[in-house]
C-alpha cells in the first residue's frame, strides 16, 4: 500500500489540498462517530423500533466509504473514486434524512461527517479533473 500512497503524492493537486497528516486525525475522529451513530441505528433496526428502510442508507453508506480506499489507493483510479465519494455523499444526504425523524442527534452528529465528506467530495472531483 505504500507504493499507492506515493502514486497518490505524484498526483497534481489543487493548491487547497489539505496536507497528507491530516487526513488520520480528522477520519479517527469521524469513525468514532460513526461507530456510536451507526451502531445506534443498526441497534434500532435489529429491535424494530425504526423500519430497515431506514437503516439502508447507513449500510450502504459505509460499504461505499470502506470500497474508497481500495478504489482509490488499491487501484488507483481516481474517476471510480470520484463516483464513489458521491455516492458517499448522497446516501450521508439520504441517513440524514431518513433518521432524522427518529432520532434527531443521530442526523446532527453526522453534520462533521456531512462536512468533511463534503470538502473530501469537492477535492476528490478536482483532482480527477486536474489528473485526467
Known sequence: MNSAYGWYSTLIKPT?????????PVWTFLYILIAVSFGKVFYMAWRNQIPFLVALPFILNLIF????????????NNLLAAIDILLILGTLIWAMAAIYP??????YIQIPYLLWVSFATVLQLTITYLNK
Open 16 to 24: 487547497w489540498a489539505p496536507p497528507s497528516w491530516l487526513f488520520g
Open 65 to 76: 466509504n470502506f470500497s474508497f480506499t481500495y478504489l482509490q489507493f488499491g487501484l488507483k
Open 102 to 107: 427518529h432520532a434527531r442527534w443521530i442526523a
